[in-house]
């Protein structure tokens, strides 16, 4: 545990010995590249360098360029041109037949405005004003110009449904605008290069010495401009570190979240039930002394994370066909009060048709989709006999009433837990909630994953064990899948870049284009494949299989950027010795190195693509739905979930952005390697993706993407530290370049320093501490949990599918508790069908206009102060202080009194919480 504490807190001291690695490896490449075989030789390579230059070859060359690859382009031009005829004529078809529906058909306008309705309710809840946290809010429609302006003007802080992920991603977007800002304008074309280009080597010739001094005074001007570009650079980076954990840190004060109010504990067997957990951890912290602590040990619930890997088709149904009960219940609901009557507006039979079922319905439908048998022999109903004998995985979350953040409290009911086995022989260990609920992945709550089960193989003879658990098995077999087919990959393209470019130093641009397109479709098989070998490791927290796919992804995609540089420089023949040659030479090589860097990545541009294409197929998917439903013999109600279903946005896949400013910040500082105009301009390329991708993105992430709750805490950390490689690769161009000015000491000592600096640095920031401990009050110490419910649609119960199948059936009795809302089971862009929240959520879909109408927070507010002025008001947020204050006022759902605050004792000595929880206390991927 120590070792790997260790190693991760070293992690961007190793990306930078990354990053500098790569660059010797490409210094390396580079020198070996120059000119060393006879004279003669490297004569005719000079002369082949001044006439390709010089264009006094262009006719015959261009003649040839354009008999050889005339057939070819005609083959490429007319592939692409008869794909898009398809898919002209594929939309122009579903087009038509949509119009033709919708004219004709009123039961497909119901369904085409109950999935528009439900796409809308997906996306994410923005707030009208900063102070404004929930009850005046919108929801963006897509085609919404309005819409489209509020976000475009957005201050991303304000949204806080989605954490503080869109907010930490924005500022790494700043950074790299500014890097990219900084490299165009600070390494600009050299002076001495535009001298030598006005005296025209193509009319005259240059001396020896006169050449020399040119290219050593042009590298030492380049090592110059790249050394102050590093250090400031460096400098820009820190600060970005320090903003990002202060952002952190002032969100974790200002937002009361759940997982300050929950420990994650191991150790249970698979028999613990959930009663006989709750009567240990009450027995067990009668010892817990709360004399000096601000904190009571009180427990409103545990949510087990069960086993159910061989049941998971029937539990997806059972949530699936409760959903289709509560949406049916909701919009019978809906239909009698806009009815004075009570009755449907609909005849008779399609309001039958949305009545609710019961659970023995729900049951039986489950296990007819499921492909299980309705009953077993002994006439018990097997969906509840399933449901009873799943068993408990061994991890537990508990709930607690009053926020547990503080590293004291884990210590000292970890040791109460420790005096007190349960059943005296389980240990129980705990760990704090990295994440929010909707974060939890409980399909990998398997016992066989993390059991360290010892299997036989033979190797090299030998007769051996290993000992690893399941879930190290799956992690081996991913990496070595990625591994396999990367290598793979890496040898066609070996083979198609020897047949393309081993032809001859200037290939024929059509075939460079097939190739650059081969690198970009192989770079979209990788993302896939990263994708899928993710989902088959297992693990617990979505954060963690993000920090996976954004490492991979990013690795092998770099690694596919490095091989083509590596092969392109290798296979465009020998640099010539004259300096003023080497320089023409590497200008051109400058070019189709940018060119082809640049257009291997264009999935990157044309990623907002994906979701354009994602709502045309969801659609495409509800008019067939429409027209086969009475082919299938699909209810009404099921049709309806199913068109819903299909139009649901997808989420949005920060982990991938990331990525792209990695790859995209390490690349650009690969061209800096090799002097040329194209590799200045590459800046210049890189600041109009990130403006275009600035607002892009926050119009995919709020009017294209399902409303999420994923903070990124641990992604942001590992962005920051994957950022370091792209430094290190610029501090080893600054050595490179010091080398071919002929002073390689001095910059070698100079970035040496400024790195070690660097480096000793980011460490200090990142390990650094919050000072938000039991010495230092946070204002929702005193806010219960139960009230902290009522602000958000998810909760640790209702997200647990077991958990609320088992309540819901009857499997498990349900403590009755005012002001619980967890009778529904939750689901990403299904929020609206949570009961009980603080404010209508539907109050989301109001028009603007009508937001007058409303009664403002801040009136909220004045009247609540007056009732409950919150004891820490002076230096509190306003926004949510307010809602709890508004709260414990007028708690509409039940009758009972507002919950007392604890007593306020003195404070004890302050302890840290520090901001990298995996470094402090352990966490490892076990999670």
């Given at each position: 545990?120590?070792?790997?504490?260790?190693?991760?807190?070293?992690?961007?001291?190793?990306?930078?010995?990354?990053?500098?690695?790569?660059?010797?490896?490409?210094?390396?490449?580079?020198?070996?590249?120059?000119?060393?075989?006879?004279?003669?030789?490297?004569?005719?390579?000079?002369?082949?360098?001044?006439?390709?230059?010089c264009m006094q070859n262009k006719t015959a060359m261009f003649r040839s360029a354009v008999a050889s690859s005339t057939t070819l382009s005609t083959v490429v031009y007319a592939i692409g041109g008869g794909v898009?005829?398809?898919i002209a004529i594929v939309l122009i078809v579903g087009l038509a037949l949509h119009l033709q529906e919708r004219w004709h058909s009123a039961s497909y306008k119901r369904l085409i405005s109950s999935a528009l309705m439900h796409q809308t309710r997906c996306h994410a809840s923005v707030p009208e004003k900063r102070r404004n946290w929930k009850p005046l809010r919108w929801q963006a429609h897509?085609?919404?110009?309005?819409?489209?302006?509020?976000?475009?003007?957005?201050?991303?802080?304000?949204?806080?449904?989605?954490?503080?992920?869109?907010?930490?991603?924005?500022?790494?977007?700043?950074?790299?605008?500014?890097?990219?800002?900084?490299?165009?304008?600070?390494?600009?074309?050299?002076?001495?290069?535009?001298?030598?280009?006005?005296?025209?080597?193509?009319?005259?010739?240059?001396?020896?010495?006169?050449?020399?001094?040119?290219?050593?005074?042009?590298?030492?001007?380049?090592?110059?401009?790249?050394?102050?570009?590093?250090?400031?650079i460096s400098l820009l980076h820190l600060y970005h570190l320090y903003r990002q954990g202060a952002r952190r840190d002032e969100f974790d004060r200002t937002h009361a979240e759940m997982s300050d109010y929950a420990f994650m504990a191991f150790g249970f067997p698979q028999t613990a039930t959930q009663s006989s957990i709750v009567e240990y951890l009450k027995h067990s912290l009668r010892s817990l002394k709360v004399e000096d602590m601000h904190w009571r040990p009180d427990i409103i619930g545990v949510s087990i994370g069960y086993d159910f890997r061989d049941q998971s088709k029937l539990i997806e149904h059972l949530v699936e066909e409760h959903l289709i009960d509560v949406a049916a219940r909701r919009s019978l609901s809906e239909t009698s009060d806009s009815d004075e009557s009570g009755s449907c507006h609909s005849s008779g039979s399609e309001c039958s048709a949305i009545l609710p079922a019961s659970l023995e319905q729900q049951r039986a439908t489950a296990l007819e989709l499921a492909g299980l048998a309705p009953e077993s022999s002994d006439g018990v109903d097997h969906a509840l006999e399933v449901l009873r004998s799943i068993p408990n995985s061994g991890a537990v979350i508990i709930v607690w009433k009053w926020p547990c953040e503080a590293v004291e409290i884990l210590q000292r009911v970890q040791q109460c837990l420790h005096e007190n086995k349960f059943e005296e022989k389980h240990s129980i260990n705990l760990r704090p909630m990295p994440c929010e609920p909707p974060s939890i992945i409980w399909t990998n709550f398997a016992t066989h994953l993390f059991e360290p089960i010892g299997s036989a193989f033979t190797l090299c003879g030998l007769r051996m064990k290993c000992f690893l658990i399941v879930r190290q098995r799956k992690m081996l077999a991913a990496n070595a899948l990625i591994v396999s087919a990367f290598v793979l990959m890496l040898v066609l393209y070996y083979l198609l870049y020897k047949l393309v470019y081993g032809k001859g130093q200037y290939p024929e641009q059509i075939l460079t284009t097939i190739v650059t397109c081969c690198c970009a479709v192989g770079n979209i098989l990788l993302n896939q494949l990263v994708w899928f070998a993710s989902q088959q490791v297992g693990y617990r927290v979505k954060t963690h299989t993000d920090t996976f796919v954004l490492t991979w992804y990013a690795v092998v995609v770099l690694t596919n950027m490095c091989f083509n540089f590596f092969v392109i420089c290798w296979t465009t023949g020998p640099?010539?010795?004259?300096?003023?040659?080497?320089?023409?030479?590497?200008?051109?090589?400058?070019?189709?190195?940018?060119?082809?860097?640049?257009?291997?990545?264009?999935?990157?541009?044309?990623?907002?693509?994906?979701?354009?294409?994602?709502?045309?197929?969801?659609?495409?998917?509800?008019?067939?739905?429409?027209?086969?439903?009475?082919?299938?013999?699909?209810?009404?109600?099921?049709?309806?979930?199913?068109?819903?279903s299909a139009a649901e946005p997808p989420e949005w896949y920060m982990q991938y952005d990331y990525a792209g400013i990695v790859v995209l910040e390490a690349t650009s500082f690969m061209c800096l390697f090799i002097f040329g105009f194209d590799s200045w301009r590459?800046?210049?390329?890189?600041?109009?993706?990130?403006?275009?991708?600035?607002?892009?993105?926050?119009?995919?992430?709020?009017g294209l993407s399902k409303e999420t709750f994923y903070t990124s805490r641990n992604l942001d950390t590992s962005a920051l530290e994957m950022m370091t490689l792209s430094l290190g690769i610029l501090g080893g161009c600054v050595c490179h370049w010091g080398f071919r000015a002929g002073q390689p000491v001095m910059f070698i000592l100079a970035v040496a320093i400024i790195s070690l600096l660097y480096l000793w640095a980011f460490d200090r920031i990142l390990s650094n501490p919050s000072h938000k401990g039991l010495g230092?009050?946070?204002?929702?110490?005193?806010?219960?949990?139960?009230?902290?419910?009522?602000?958000?649609?998810?909760?640790?119960?209702?997200?647990?599918?077991?958990?609320?199948?088992?309540?819901?059936?009857?499997?498990?009795?349900r403590e009755q508790r005012s002001?619980?809302?967890?009778?529904?089971?939750?689901?990403?862009?299904?929020?609206?069908?949570q009961p009980d929240l603080c404010f209508d959520y539907d109050g989301a879909l109001r028009d603007p206009a009508e937001s007058a109408e409303v009664e403002s927070v801040e009136?909220?507010?004045?009247?609540?102060?007056?009732?409950?002025?919150?004891?820490?008001?002076?230096?509190?947020?306003?926004?949510?202080?307010?809602?709890?204050?508004?709260?414990?006022?007028?708690?509409?759902?039940?009758?009972?009194?507002?919950?007392?605050?604890?007593?306020?004792?003195?404070?004890?000595?302050?302890?840290?919480?520090s901001p990298s929880l995996e470094s402090n206390l352990g966490i490892v991927n076990s999670i």
């Open positions: 545990m120590e070792c790997y504490q260790y190693l991760r807190r070293c992690a961007h001291a190793g990306w930078f010995s990354l990053g500098m690695g790569l660059a010797v490896l490409i210094s390396w490449i580079l020198g070996r590249r120059e000119c060393t075989s006879a004279r003669t030789k490297c004569l005719l390579q000079e002369e082949l360098v001044r006439n390709h230059t898009v005829g398809l897509i085609f919404s110009c309005s819409a489209l302006r509020k976000i475009c003007f957005l201050d991303l802080d304000m949204v806080n449904i989605t954490g503080v992920g869109l907010t930490l991603y924005r500022s790494t977007m700043v950074l790299f605008l500014g890097t990219a800002v900084l490299c165009r304008i600070g390494n600009g074309v050299s002076a001495k290069f535009l001298t030598y280009i006005e005296k025209d080597w193509c009319q005259r010739e240059f001396s020896s010495a006169e050449a020399t001094s040119i290219w050593v005074e042009l590298a030492e001007e380049r090592a110059l401009a790249l050394m102050r570009l590093y250090i400031v640099v010539p010795q004259e300096p003023l040659a080497a320089i023409q030479f590497e200008s051109a090589l400058a070019s189709r190195l940018v060119a082809f860097l640049r257009g291997s990545l264009i999935s990157y541009a044309i990623w907002p693509l994906y979701y354009l294409f994602y709502w045309l197929k969801g659609f495409v998917q509800v008019l067939y739905l429409h027209l086969s439903q009475d082919r299938s013999g699909l209810t009404q109600t099921r049709c309806k979930w199913m068109a819903e590459v800046f210049t390329w890189d600041v109009m993706w990130v403006c275009g991708m600035y607002f892009l993105n926050k119009y995919i992430y709020l230092e009050r946070v204002w929702y110490d005193d806010l219960p949990y139960e009230q902290l419910e009522r602000m958000y649609s998810f909760n640790w119960f209702n997200v647990n599918p077991v958990h609320m199948m088992r309540i819901l059936h009857g499997v498990d009795q002001g619980f809302h967890q009778q529904v089971v939750w689901q990403h862009g299904r929020g609206y069908l009136d909220i507010s004045a009247a609540s102060m007056l009732v409950d002025p919150p004891r820490n008001a002076g230096r509190l947020d306003l926004t949510m202080v307010d809602l709890a204050t508004h709260l414990r006022m007028s708690n509409t759902s039940d009758a009972s009194p507002p919950l007392p605050a604890p007593a306020v004792p003195p404070p004890p000595p302050t302890s840290t919480w």
